[in-house]
Nanobody
């Protein structure tokens, strides 16, 4: 089992920045990929970004590419999401996820709220 705990959410003005963190514990040696997803009220969950845990290859959703940066600290078993030039449409609950196989995600965090509003 892998446990994931997100932190760093909050209220930010449009154009601002925020950094999310996701601390992984447990069987972290089984992780091959980690990612961020988000869900806004009355909308489906949306892929934000992912990173291959060993190789470091990154993947981004179209709506965040060029504004968000995903990176990890393997020594600390921590995943990060640096969010820049935030827009109101970035508002939602952001979830961290971990995968044991490249075909899908097995573990999810509890989520952290991000609100972009003036």
């Amino acid at each position: 089992q892998v446990q994931l705990v997100e932190s760093g959410g909050g209220l930010v003005q449009p154009g601002g920045s925020l950094r999310l963190s996701c601390a992984a514990s447990g069987r972290t040696d089984s992780i091959v990929r980690m990612g961020w997803f988000r869900q806004a009220p009355a909308k489906e969950r949306e892929f934000v970004a992912a990173i291959d845990w060993r190789g470091g290859r990154t993947y981004y959703g179209d709506s965040v590419r060029g504004r968000f940066l995903i990176f990890r600290d393997n020594d600390k078993n921590t995943l990060y999401l640096q969010m820049n030039t935030l827009k109101p449409e970035d508002t939602g609950v952001y979830y961290c996820a971990a995968a044991r196989r490249y075909s899908g995600y097995d573990y999810w965090g509890q989520g952290t709220q991000v609100t972009v509003s003036s």
